[in-house]
C-alpha cells in the first residue's frame, strides 16, 4: 500500500452560504516533467527530470507529477527516482484507465514517502466514438474500475475526464458521480484542447459542485491547454468555480500551444489577492531560476515577452516608461524583479573578482552553492573573465548552468578541437576520449561546426541526424557567452544537446556531445529493460 497523499482537511469543497466561494489555499499540481514533457523537442533524461523535480520541490509545488510509467522503460525509472529521492510534494504518475498501467505506476511509485496514482480515460463524444471506440456506458464502468484498482495501492487516486470541457454536461456529471462514489479524491475536469471560454469553464465547475454533492469531500481540480491563448485566464474563472488545485508548467510548456504557465498563474493569484483572494505555497523569488533551469535542460527558451519570467518582463525602453520607472518603479511595473527572482541589477564582476565576491552574488540571485559548487564555478568564472570584460549576472547563472554535464554520465569526452577555416571547405580534428581509450578523428564540412561534427562522427558508432540547431548570445556585448542547444535523433529518438562557450564552435561540440552521451545512457537502460508501449499523448 503506497503512503497516502494530502490530509482529509486539504480536501475541503468550501461553498459560503450565498454560493459564493470562500477563499482557499490553491494546490499548485506541476505537470512539466508529464505534461510539459510531451512539447515537441522537451523530452528530458531521467537525471534532467530529478534535476528539475529537486528544483520544483524547493520551489514549493504541492503534487509533482513524475510521468506516465507505462509509457516507456525511462519513464518508469524516472518516477522511481523521482519518488525515492525528492522530499515535500506528493508524488503522482499518470495512468490511463487499464490494469497494467495502474500496475506500473504503482510499481514506479513504491519508494515515494507520500504517492497519488492519477487515471485518466476520455469523456467526449468524439474522443468515445473516434479514438477509444467504446460507448458512453463503457466508459462509466471503466472510470469507476480504473478508481477502483487504484485505491488498492493507495488512499490518494485522482480521476480525470479527459477533453471533459468538450462533454455534454450531464454525461460528465455521470462520469464524475461515479469516479467520486468509486473514491477518487480529486477530480480533474481538462479543458485538453484549449476549446474552451472562461464563463464557460466557471459555469462547469459551479455545476458540478451543485450537481455531485460526493464534491464535497474531494478536490475539483482543473487542467487548460493554451490553443486559444486562455489556458491561464481558465484556470483563473475555474478557481472561481470552485476549482481548488491547477495543473500548470514551468514556462507554459506542453502539447501543442502549452499548458497553463505555472509562474502566470501563482503571481496573478499573488499581485491580485485583492480581486482573487486565494493563495498558494509557491516560493516566488525561486520562479525565475525555475523557468531558467528547464530553459537549459530543454534548449526552449521562452518569449521575450513572455510574461513574469521573459526576457523582456522587466525591461523598458520608451522614454516615458523609463522616467516613470526612475521616478518610482511602480509606475510601471506591478512587481518587483526580485519578487519572482530575476536579475534586477547587475553586479559588474572582472577577472580580478574574488570566491567571496562570486559567492555573495550567487547568493542575491538565489543560489546557496556547495563548496564544491562554488570551487567549479570560481574556475569556470575565471576562465570566462579572461575572455570578457565583464561577467554579468546571465554569465553567472550560464556558468552555473552549463559548466558541468550533471544531468547524464559523460561517456564520450571532448580532449582536443582544431578546426581550419575560410576557404570553401573547412577542416576539423578532434580527439575523443570514453573509458577506455582516446580516439582521434578528421572530417570537412561546410563551415567549422560541420567539420566538427563530421571529425566527431568519424569515430563514433552513433548516427547523428540534427533536426534543430539554435545559437544565441546568452548575454550581451561582442564578447558574450554563446550558448547552443540542438535536437538530434540518434537511434530513432530524438535527444537535446546544450554547450555554451565564448568559442561558438566549441560550444555547438558540447552540445553534440552532450546529446551523444544521453544516446549513450539510454543505449545501457534499454538493454536492461523490455521494451513498453507508449501510444499515450496525455490529457
Do not use: W
Amino acid at each position: 500500500m503506497l503512503a497516502a497523499g494530502p490530509s482529509p482537511e486539504a480536501r475541503r469543497f468550501f461553498h459560503a452560504p450565498n454560493g459564493n466561494i470562500t477563499m482557499a489555499r490553491i494546490t499548485i499540481f506541476d505537470t512539466t516533467l508529464r505534461d510539459g514533457e510531451q512539447s515537441p523537442g522537451s523530452s528530458m533524461t531521467a537525471p534532467e527530470k530529478l534535476r528539475l523535480a529537486h528544483e520544483l520541490a524547493s520551489l514549493g509545488v504541492d503534487v509533482l507529477e513524475a510521468g506516465f510509467a507505462a509509457s516507456s522503460p525511462e519513464d518508469a525509472e524516472s518516477v522511481r527516482s523521482i519518488s525515492k529521492e525528492v522530499q515535500g510534494p506528493v508524488i503522482t504518475a499518470l495512468a490511463r484507465s487499464v490494469r497494467s498501467d495502474i500496475e506500473r505506476a504503482a510499481e514506479a511509485l513504491e519508494p515515494a514517502p507520500r504517492a497519488r496514482i492519477h487515471v485518466f480515460i476520455a469523456t467526449s463524444d468524439i474522443h468515445l466514438s473516434q479514438k477509444l471506440g467504446i460507448s458512453r456506458e463503457e466508459c462509466v464502468a471503466q472510470a469507476a474500475e480504473a478508481v477502483e484498482i487504484a485505491l488498492g495501492y493507495t488512499e490518494d487516486v485522482e480521476f480525470s475526464a479527459e477533453d471533459a470541457m468538450r462533454t455534454e454536461l450531464d454525461f460528465l456529471t455521470e462520469v464524475v458521480r461515479v469516479a467520486v462514489e468509486a473514491g477518487a479524491t480529486t477530480i480533474n475536469i481538462p479543458d485538453t484542447v484549449g476549446y474552451t471560454l472562461p464563463r464557460e469553464i466557471e459555469h462547469t465547475f459551479r455545476s458540478l459542485g451543485e450537481r455531485v454533492p460526493g464534491l464535497a469531500g474531494c478536490v475539483l481540480s482543473t487542467h487548460c491547454h493554451d490553443d486559444l491563448g486562455l489556458a491561464v485566464a481558465n484556470s483563473l474563472a475555474a478557481i472561481e468555480g470552485g476549482a481548488r488545485q491547477v495543473e500548470c508548467t514551468i514556462n507554459g510548456i506542453g502539447e501543442r500551444a502549452g499548458n497553463a504557465s505555472l509562474e502566470e498563474l501563482v503571481m496573478a493569484l499573488h499581485v491580485r489577492g485583492d480581486g482573487l483572494g486565494h493563495e498558494t505555497g509557491i516560493q516566488t523569488q525561486r520562479l525565475y531560476r525555475t523557468s531558467r533551469l528547464l530553459s537549459y535542460l530543454t534548449g526552449i527558451e521562452p518569449q521575450p515577452n513572455k510574461a513574469i519570467v521573459g526576457r523582456n518582463a522587466f525591461a523598458h525602453e520608451a522614454g516615458i516608461h523609463q522616467h516613470g520607472v526612475l521616478s518610482d518603479r511602480r509606475t510601471y511595473e506591478i512587481m518587483t524583479p526580485e519578487l519572482v527572482g530575476a536579475p534586477g541589477t547587475e553586479l559588474i564582476l572582472g577577472k580580478h573578482s574574488g570566491r567571496h565576491g562570486l559567492e555573495a552574488r550567487y547568493d542575491s540571485l538565489g543560489y546557496k552553492l556547495s563548496a564544491d559548487q562554488l570551487k567549479r564555478v570560481t574556475r569556470d568564472f575565471k576562465a570566462l573573465a579572461d575572455r570578457k570584460k565583464t561577467v554579468l549576472d546571465e554569465d553567472l547563472i550560464s556558468i552555473l548552468h552549463h559548466g558541468v554535464m550533471e544531468d547524464v554520465p559523460e561517456v564520450y569526452r571532448l580532449t582536443k578541437l582544431n578546426v581550419t577555416c575560410g576557404g570553401d571547405i573547412s577542416n576539423a580534428s578532434v580527439e575523443i576520449k570514453d573509458e577506455d581509450e582516446s580516439m582521434i578523428g578528421e572530417g570537412a564540412g561546410d563551415g567549422p561546426i560541420a567539420a566538427a561534427f563530421a571529425a566527431i562522427e568519424s569515430v563514433l558508432g552513433y548516427r547523428v541526424v540534427l533536426e534543430r540547431f539554435i545559437i544565441r548570445a546568452a548575454t550581451p556585448g561582442r564578447d558574450a557567452l554563446g550558448k547552443v542547444s540542438i535536437q538530434a535523433l540518434i537511434d530513432g529518438r530524438t535527444f537535446a544537446g546544450r554547450g555554451a562557450h565564448t568559442d561558438v564552435v566549441r560550444a555547438s561540440v558540447d552540445a553534440y556531445l552532450h546529446a551523444v552521451n544521453k544516446a549513450a545512457a539510454v543505449r545501457t537502460l534499454d538493454d536492461t529493460h523490455l521494451g513498453a508501449d507508449s501510444d499515450f499523448r496525455g490529457i
